[in-house]
């Protein structure tokens, strides 16, 4: 019997045969109909040995020669061909095949192919390379390389080592399969053979083989997301799918254009998608996630997001990762105690899970992805990652009655609509007496006065329901909630000494942007960030006083600071003419908005951009003046709106010619804005930044 499971080094010897040599073969196992399985997998694996590679058809020295970098400016390498091959099984168990060609083009991209390394958690996936093969470019002087005509590169023959990979705030033992190259130089080239099982993320089975665990967590279904987009330049990237005949499957490409065909072999269907000439994407400053706008492909074979609600509502129901025990109601009795409407349970509960779950995530073995471990688990060590938490507060809300679930959404970037699994991050779901559900979120809330993080919306997600749900969306959150308002009143003396005092309020997620500076950092820091914030403006600024209350008792009211200041000099004072700048203006906590550091330099875009959130900004300052002064320059008064963003902002003097007011109004209306959305928001940015440049200038009026 002929075995089927050939090595990188095999295969590559069956690649160079010709293909006669293929037909005698599938001739030879048609006679005996007890090889038709073998047959069937040894037909697919010399499709993909022999059509899949025909696009690299020609010796690799001759198609290494061809490349010059002079036809790849900026770029430090060059991908000859990137190439997949994922053989599906029917409990959805995934064999992939990657074959990969790199060029070195400069100094700086031999130093990053020096390591070949890929990245696995051994819960949920097996890695192995196969295969390192270096051709030695002629010119940079090697030997026995290029020069020697097909198949004359060297093996690497260093061993493969596995380490565990760097990692912060989560521990799930995620580790690196790694092999030194060596010393490479501009010319030369690495060919990389890769096999890879398994699937991205960990769940709790029953290990009855040793492929076992690397079935996927919907078993029976496959589904990948393959990107067709790198930082270095790819000729041609290739990724082919068999998968049993009898599977349906979705897919699409987005983003742009890619050669496609689905054709059946015997009992499987062989879908193939190739593109050529790659070329990294130019990025934008403050762009949406490279993944929402770059060439990618979903595959799944999930019916619906239906099904993936369901599956994930019924995986954590079995396993028991809401079940509370008596020392979990004793404790949500005991937070309750003040509650007295629905609201004022379910916030307490969800900032009670926010502040006293610390983020951190350590390896349980079986039990991390997409099952949610036990609230049992997650009360006692009082820590975990986002799953954690929002396991810990569905538990904690059904203890006290309510009806609660979990839900996944990808934060950072888009889901869509392929029931791909697209998912980074795990919220809560509550059922209020409106009969609607509401998110919660404790791993985005701890010391911010929302219960769902507005620094999340416009983002997908998946409810897990007993009934199953479609993907939705968060919804936008208005300016308002996330205002900053400072008002000012100051004196200036005839030298140009700056004095006075300013109220900062704020709100939503500008509030939590002001809180950090305390929720961030040791109580006897405190004062010392609010003075920092005042010698930002100016180095000579002194804090006379300041007021904050208790930071920590932030589910009460809004952040409110009373802050009185001192500036010797701060205007600069000549003859009868003062030179100065609005001390509010000048961007005292630019901190909390955002878009005030982003460049705004080009005044078109071509991809999506976003914000932090939405959010509001009011100042209003009042200067009594040394005298009676007249205005001779000032920025230039402004009004405009429109559905992206509004500014409306000017400096007046008043009637007696002894107070000079500034006042600014700022609407930014959504955190995700479309390329069209961009030169309304860049106006309203440029006007702010206005405002804190440029400066007033005023003559003493002599009569």
């Known amino acids: 019997m002929l075995n089927l499971r050939i090595s990188a080094k095999k295969s590559a010897l069956i ?27 040894l037909s697919l694996f010399l499709l993909f040995t022999g059509s899949l590679f025909t696009a690299f058809s020609g010796p690799v020295d001759e198609r290494l020669k061809s490349i010059n970098a002079a036809d790849y400016p900026g770029a430090n390498l060059v991908v000859v061909f ?76 260093n061993p493969v080592l596995d380490y565990p990979a760097p ?146 509502y019924q995986v954590n129901e079995d396993f028991g990762s809401f079940d509370w025990t008596p020392e979990i109601k004793a404790k949500v009795d005991e937070i309750l105690v003040i509650a007295k409407t629905e609201m004022d349970s379910v916030s307490l509960l969800t900032h009670w899970v926010a502040d006293e779950v610390r983020y951190s995530g350590i390896s349980m073995g079986c039990g991390e992805g997409y099952t949610l471990h036990k609230g049992e688990m997650t009360f006692t060590d009082r820590c975990g990652v986002c799953k954690d938490k929002a396991g810990m507060l569905v538990t904690m809300l059904r203890a006290a009655g309510f009806e609660s679930y979990a839900a996944m959404t990808m934060a ?31 791993t985005w809330v701890p010391f911010i006065r929302e219960l769902w993080s507005s620094a999340e919306q416009q983002q997908n997600f998946l409810r897990g329901l007993p009934e199953g749900s479609d993907l939705a969306i968060t919804p936008v959150s208005p300016p308002e909630n996330h205002y900053i308002r400072i008002f000012g009143t100051s004196t200036l003396s005839p030298e140009g000494t700056l004095e006075g005092e300013l109220t900062i309020r704020a709100e939503g997620q500008s509030d939590g942007a002001i809180r950090r500076m305390f929720t961030g950092s040791y109580k006897d820091q405190w004062d010392h960030n609010l003075e920092m914030e ?57 901190r909390s908005i955002g878009n ?4 705004t330099h080009a005044e078109m875009k071509v991809y999506p951009f976003r914000d932090r959130c939405s959010r509001q900004v009011q100042l209003t300052e009042s200067i009594t003046l040394p005298g009676k ?51 309304s928001f860049r106006k309203a940015t440029l006007a702010q930044t206005k405002f804190i440049d440029e400066p007033v200038i005023l003559k003493k009026d002599s009569h």
């Not at 990137?82 to 074959?99: K, Q």
């Not at 002894?658 to 700022?666: D, F, G, I, K």
């Open 596 to 599: 005030l550091s982003m460049d």
């Open 82 to 157: 990137d190439s997949t091959f994922a053989d599906v099984r029917e409990t959805g168990l995934t064999y992939v095949n990657i074959h990969r060609l790199y060029k070195v083009l400069t100094p700086a991209g031999a130093l990053q192919l020096n390591v070949i390394k890929f990245d696995y958690d051994p819960l949920s996936a097996y890695v192995d390379i196969k295969k390192v093969v270096v051709y030695r470019s002629v010119e940079a002087g090697g030997h026995g390389g290029m020069d020697e005509g097909s198949g004359g590169g060297s093996e690497v023959t």
């Open 534 to 590: 005042l010698k930002r403006i100016n180095p000579a600024a002194e804090m006379l006083s300041v007021d904050y209350g208790d930071p920590y008792d932030y589910q009460k009211e809004p952040i409110r600071i009373v802050l009185k200041y001192r500036i010797p000099f701060y205007a600069i004072v000549k003859g009868d003419e003062m030179i100065m700048k609005s001390f509010i203006a000048s961007g005292f906590l630019r």
């Open 167 to 312: 990692a912060r705030a989560i521990y799930w033992g995620a580790r690196e399969k790694m092999i030194e190259v060596g010393r490479l130089e501009p010319g030369d080239a690495v060919e990389v053979w890769l096999f890879r099982k398994g699937f991205t993320y960990a769940l709790l089975t029953d290990e009855q083989g040793d492929d076992d665990r690397y079935i996927p967590p919907m078993r029976g279904h496959f589904y990948d997301i393959v990107t067709f987009y790198s930082d270095d330049p790819i000729i041609e990237k290739v990724y082919r799918a068999s998968i049993p005949a009898d599977k349906v499957l979705q897919y699409e490409f987005y983003n742009g254009e890619v050669q496609s065909s689905a054709v059946r072999q015997g009992d499987m269907m062989v879908y193939t998608f190739s593109k050529k000439d790659i070329k990294p994407l130019k990025r934008e400053p403050g762009m949406v996630d490279l993944s929402d706008v770059a060439p990618k492909l979903l595959l799944s074979t999930s019916p619906d997001w239906y099904a993936k609600s369901k599956w994930f």
């Open 629 to 679: 002064y007249q205005i001779i320059y000032r920025p230039e008064a402004e009004t405009f709106s429109d559905t992206t963003a509004s500014f409306e902002g000017s400096y007046e003097m008043s009637l007696d010619g002894n107070t000079l007011r500034m006042s600014q109004l700022a609407n930014y209306n959504k955190r995700i804005y479309q390329p069209q959305e961009w030169p």
């Open 412 to 442: 950072g970037s888009r889901i869509d609509y392929i029931p791909a699994d697209q998912f980074n991050h795990s919220v809560t779901l509550v059922k209020l007496s409106d009969g609607q559900y509401h998110l919660l979120d404790p």
């Open 15 to 41: 690649c160079e045969k010709p293909l006669i040599s293929r037909k005698l073969l599938i001739l030879f196992l048609l006679r005996n109909q007890k090889n038709k399985a073998m047959l069937r997998r």
